[in-house]
């Protein structure tokens, strides 16, 4: 139906009430534009309904459209994951019944929507699923993987409960430890909760920041530590190279970290810029590495006096080694003779054999008197050749000697000290293993 102009107006307008008061008296009139009105007025609620169903079909189906963008999850093999767990920061892999509609399922759909919600979207959980044509115990029902596959976790999860996300989500949560950094310490400890504070924003393309990824039991880890120490230490003064470490086992590893796949690993930062990731992780290399990136920062050379007290510190490596092994064979040997002791009647104990404690005791005596002659002709320490007194292949089989070095190891990797002070403290704790042994024996000897 069509209507001029003017009426058109006139019906449309908010003050039409008034207007039809004040200018249509007629009866005729006005039932003729009430019939007019009473046409539109149901034009406009058919118009309006038409609006109305149209926006809400719209509006419905975009929502189903971006919601289920949102909830696709997609099927992958086996053999897909573990490549696919490399390149992922956290990644999570469900195993299905072969034929399961998995778009479907409600516990699967929730996961995702979660997964996907605002507070875990910035991991960028990948999410997948592989179709088994059984499922048996031994198969996890969910198979979790953070930092790229370094961190697995396999579940077998009830998908009638929705405890179970909750289980998966925790997971997921970034893992940092509580720092306690020592104020005296040049190299600082990092975690998660502190990385892009500490690493990121304290470094750039003129302070640049190294940073050591390491764990507890790593042994390689365990022989560079000191000497880190002791390279930051030297260089406090004379660079703006800044040293830092960054344990893997009790930190997760953070977004604006490159990804680590063993340790130690050594990365440079330079604030914003793309981290340079170091190959070398061997003592010498490491050194010539640091006095590279010296002379980059401050286009200096060392002078002799500087690439001598360098040079000395890989050495030093050597002999901390050595006076370690020492210590770890010295537990061992003092471990046996306890039980020994408490196994052999009192009558029995003369006839006791204690060659091996001897050489022992033997090396550790020589390591002190060539650490004496070298300290006061200032002659470089070669160490000694323990290998002409101990037979290392036994000993390692040994499981307490294992157990000893690992223990000892972990011990160790909490300190702060440098490769020199660290031999001290080695030292010390051989000679005090030496006096407990003689200790032993001198009562032994008195029965």
């Not at 997921?172 to 690493?199: A, G, M, Q, R, W």
């Not at 050595?322 to 210590?327: A, E, K, R, S």
């Not at 160490?383 to 390692?396: A, F």
């Amino acid at each position: 139906m069509f209507f001029d102009k003017r009426k058109f107006i006139m019906l449309f307008n908010p003050v039409r009430r008034i207007l039809k008061e004040k200018y249509f008296t007629n009866n005729a009139l006005n039932r003729n534009w009430l019939d007019s009105f009473r046409n539109k007025y149901c034009f406009r609620l058919r118009y309006a309904v038409f609006s109305i169903s149209t926006s809400i079909a719209l509006f419905a189906g975009y929502c189903y459209q971006n919601t289920n963008k949102k909830l696709s999850i997609k099927g992958i093999s086996e053999h897909e994951i573990k490549f696919l767990s490399s390149i992922s920061k956290n990644m999570i892999v469900i195993n299905v019944m072969k034929g399961t509609k998995v778009n479907r399922n409600a516990f699967i759909k929730e996961l995702i929507r979660q997964i996907k919600s605002e507070e875990l979207n910035k991991l960028d959980i990948k999410i997948y699923y592989v179709e088994e044509d059984f499922c048996s115990k031994s198969v996890p029902n969910v198979s979790l993987y953070k930092g790229y596959g370094n961190i697995v976790s396999n579940i077998d999860l009830n998908f009638r409960s929705y405890d179970s996300i909750e289980k998966i989500k925790s997971f997921f949560i970034p893992k940092s430890e509580n720092i306690l950094n020592n104020h005296s310490s040049v190299v600082k400890n990092i975690s998660y909760n502190t990385f892009e504070n500490d690493v990121i924003n304290a470094s750039d393309k003129n302070n640049p920041l190294l940073l050591m990824y390491y764990d507890d039991y790593c042994l390689m880890c365990f022989l560079i530590r000191p000497l880190i120490n002791s390279l930051a230490n030297k260089l406090r003064n004379s660079t703006k190279i800044q040293f830092a470490r960054y344990n893997i086992e009790r930190n997760d590893l953070h977004e604006l970290s490159p990804t680590v796949r063993a340790t130690p690993t050594f990365v440079l930062f330079r604030g914003r810029q793309k981290p340079e990731h170091w190959d070398e992780y061997r003592p010498g290399d490491l050194i010539n590495k640091i006095v590279g990136i010296k002379h980059g920062v401050e286009s200096d050379i060392c002078d002799n006096n500087e690439l001598a007290e360098l040079n000395r510190l890989e050495q030093n490596v050597f002999i901390r080694f050595q006076l370690f092994t020492i210590l770890n064979i010295w537990s061992l040997y003092l471990m046996e003779l306890q039980n020994t002791l408490i196994s052999t009647p009192k009558d029995q104990l003369d006839k006791l054999n204690f060659k091996q404690i001897e050489d022992l005791l033997f090396i550790s005596l020589t390591f002190f008197e060539d650490r004496i002659l070298s300290s006061k002709n200032g002659a470089n320490y070669g160490g000694v050749n323990l290998g002409k007194v101990i037979s290392y292949d036994k000993i390692i089989e040994k499981h307490n000697f294992q157990e000893i070095l690992l223990e000892n190891v972990k011990k160790d990797m909490k300190r702060s000290d440098t490769i020199e002070e660290n031999i001290e403290h080695l030292l010390d704790e051989i000679k005090g293993y030496c006096n407990d042994y003689l200790a032993i024996k001198s009562l032994i000897e008195k029965n």
